[in-house]
C-alpha cells in the first residue's frame, strides 16, 4: 500500500525511477534530467495518494485508470553536441505557467545568456501560486511579466511587456524576436504569432 522504495537518479539530459533498490543520485550540472525526473516521481506520488483518498473514501477506481504498483521508468533527451551559452533574444507570448516554469529551469543553466521578453496582460492570481514555481503571495495583483522581470541576472535579461499579443497591441509590441517562445492559453493569438 505504500510507495516506499521509489526513488530516482538523474543527470544532464535523462532519469531513471527506480521501484526498487536504492535511490541513485544527481550527476551534471544542467537542470533538466532532474525536472523529467520530478515530473515521473510526482506522478507517481500522485497515483499513490489517489489510491489512499479512494481507499478511505470506499471508491473504487474506474477500469481505464485501475490501480497499478508503481513502475520502472526513465527517459533520455538527445543531448546537444555543443551549444552557445548566449541564446539571444527569445519573445514568450505568456507569462504563465510554460513561460514560468521554463525560465525557472533556464535560470539553472550555468553560463547561459539570453534576452528575454514576456508578453502577457495578465496578474498573478492565487490560483496560480501550486504551479508557478518563481511566485509567491506577496506578488499577488502584480502584472505577471513584471512579477517574472524580477528574477533577471546579469546574464539573463527579463524586459517585462504586459499586453495582449492580439490585433490591438500587435503593432506596438512588433517586431517579434527571432525565437518565440507560445504558452498563450489564448488561441487566436497563438495564431497571431504564427503568422
Known sequence: DGIGGVGFAADDWGFSLVTHGEAGAFLG???FG?????VAASAELFRFLMMRLGKSAGVQPLKEHPLRDPR???YRL???E????DVGSVDSISAGALATNM????LRVPG???RLRLIDDDTVAASNLNRYLLLDRSLLGMPKPDALARYKTQLVNIQSEPQRFDEEHEDAIKPLAPLVVVGVDDIPSRW???A
Open 29 to 31: 550540472t544542467l537542470p
Open 34 to 38: 532532474a525536472a523529467l525526473g520530478a
Open 72 to 74: 520502472p521508468a526513465q
Open 78 to 80: 538527445a543531448p546537444l
Open 82 to 85: 555543443s551549444h552557445h551559452p
Open 103 to 106: 525560465l525557472y529551469l533556464l
Open 112 to 114: 547561459l545568456q539570453m
Open 192 to 194: 497571431r504569432a504564427q
